[in-house]
């Protein structure tokens, strides 16, 4: 069963912060991506990592696929009231390169003004 | 593009009793999945269908829940009797093809058994 693991599981930081969110694994996937979800809402897709040691940038935020494609970590600067909701990353499951996902059990982000 | 709906976005039941939720998804994609969302937790895929056909539903706890994509667009996913831990968000998500990496959510149908 390929497991991802996300650390932290809560963080609460104020407006202007820098943070970093890390997702685990023991198994090699062939991508990963990033989701993020607001109360009420499904996950909305930030960005999918696919090459190891691969480093995406959207605004504020910043993704890296570890070299051994393991591991992946969200790092945002300057974080903003509107950050605050779940970070959940996602790869394809039993080892595919597409389809059904397996999802870490998410971060909790508040940023308070 | 409108995105992919779900109703009812709320359902309270008692423990015992049935419900079935509705999802649509957006107009040409081909792949629907259905995700269960445990308060804490990540989403967990139930299952895949590609067009009305099965793909995947091994982590269906087919005892209890079924779904359906009879003319491949619009499916119903159903709890019959329902249980305490049932309690959750279902997500309903849906994909171009099933070789695609980008899915859509819905905004999810959150379950409460009492």
């Known amino acids: 069963t390929q497991l991802l693991e996300q650390s932290p599981q809560f963080l609460s930081i104020q407006e202007g912060e820098n943070l970093t969110v890390y997702c685990n694994s023991s198994s090699v996937f062939s991508s990963l991506q990033w989701y993020r979800q607001e109360p009420g809402e499904g996950p909305v897709l930030l960005v999918t990592?696919?090459?190891?040691?691969e480093v995406k940038k959207l605004k504020r935020l910043t993704f890296q696929f570890g070299d051994a494609r393991k591991d992946s970590s969200l790092h945002i600067t300057a974080a903003q009231t509107g950050d605050t909701g779940l970070y959940l990353c996602a790869g394809p499951r039993g080892g595919t390169s597409y389809g059904k996902l397996t999802f870490g059990q998410g971060t909790i982000l508040t940023v308070h003004p | 593009e409108a995105g992919v709906a779900q109703s009812p976005r709320y359902k309270i039941i008692e423990k015992r009793q049935s419900v079935a939720f509705w999802c649509n998804p957006i107009?040409?994609?081909?792949?629907l999945y259905w995700y269960q969302q445990i308060l804490g937790q990540g989403p967990k895929l139930l299952i895949q269908f590609q067009n009305n056909g099965v793909v995947d539903d091994s982590q269906l706890p087919k005892d209890r829940f079924s779904a359906e994509r009879l003319k491949g667009v619009d499916s119903t996913l159903k709890i019959q009797p329902a249980k305490l831990e049932d309690s959750a968000v279902y997500l309903c998500a849906s994909s171009l093809e099933w070789l695609s990496n980008e899915q859509f959510f819905g905004p999810g149908t959150r379950l409460t058994v009492l």
């Open positions: 107009s040409g994609h081909a792949t």
């Open positions: 990592v696919v090459t190891g040691g």
